[in-house]
């Protein structure tokens, strides 16, 4: 695998349900984020981490929580969410968390029922 | 807070016309802006990216221009060819070193063969 992966690719999902997103980078990247993509939105910054600290949290609800175990792994773990959760949810990764190219996965469709 | 604005929402273009799509953005400290395209069911990738110290940058079809005064900067697609056809997104920011970027709402370009 190369690049940045993105699992599961779809996931449905209840409200009282507790499920984790997995992101991981080939890249070799000291930087990772959580983007939401929802229709006729900007994308939105949920999460930073660099070298697996979080150094920004996009006032994001706390029923998302993040996880970097090492640098090359994110997560984000669901629970209790609301139907205006579902959207696209975008990894991505860059050299270092600054002014460089960020390198997206191919996203997780999430759908809240 | 700091905000981007996109316009237009949807451009058509005929095969070989040029594209302008413009952003704006609120805060004055920023200092670098980069522009994704996303073609339908991919991942956004970076296309061009320019910084403050520049007014503008160019890459084969595609150039932006900044204006640092008036705070809006442009993607300029010339000779537009059908697989140009996706959504761009422009972004701006100011220099953190979290790689937080405040992304514009998008514009669907489709380009008529």
């Known amino acids: 695998e190369t690049g940045v992966t993105q699992t599961p690719r779809h996931l449905v999902m209840g409200m009282t349900n507790k499920k984790s997103l997995k992101c991981e980078q080939h890249?070799?990247?000291?930087?990772m984020y959580w983007y939401k993509q929802s229709a006729k939105k900007p994308l939105e910054l949920m999460f930073v981490y660099s070298l697996e600290e979080r150094v920004e949290n996009n006032s994001v609800p706390s029923r998302f929580s993040p996880e970097c175990p090492n640098s090359s792994h994110l997560f984000l773990h669901l629970h209790t969410l609301q139907p205006e959760d579902s959207a696209l949810y975008l990894c991505?990764?860059?050299?270092?968390?600054?002014?460089?190219?960020?390198?997206f996965g191919p996203g997780t469709r999430l759908t809240v029922t | 807070g700091e905000n981007v604005e996109q316009h237009p929402s949807t451009l058509s273009v005929q095969e070989g016309d040029s594209a302008v799509i413009k952003c704006t953005y609120s805060d004055s400290a920023s200092n670098y802006f980069p522009w994704y395209k996303q073609e339908l069911g991919k991942r956004p990738q970076l296309i061009i990216d320019?910084?403050?110290?520049?007014g503008e940058k160019k890459d084969q079809r595609i150039a932006v221009t900044l204006n640092k005064t008036a705070k809006h900067f442009s993607l300029h697609i010339t000779e537009t060819q059908p697989e140009d056809s996706a959504v761009y997104f422009c972004?701006?920011?100011?220099?953190?070193?979290?790689?937080?970027?405040?992304f514009g709402q998008g514009t669907t370009l489709q380009v008529k063969p």
């Open positions: 972004a701006a920011s100011w220099g953190s070193n979290t790689g937080k970027l405040i």
């Open positions: 320019i910084r403050s110290n520049v």
């Open positions: 991505a990764s860059s050299q270092e968390a600054g002014q460089y190219e960020q390198y």
């Open positions: 890249l070799g990247h000291n930087a």
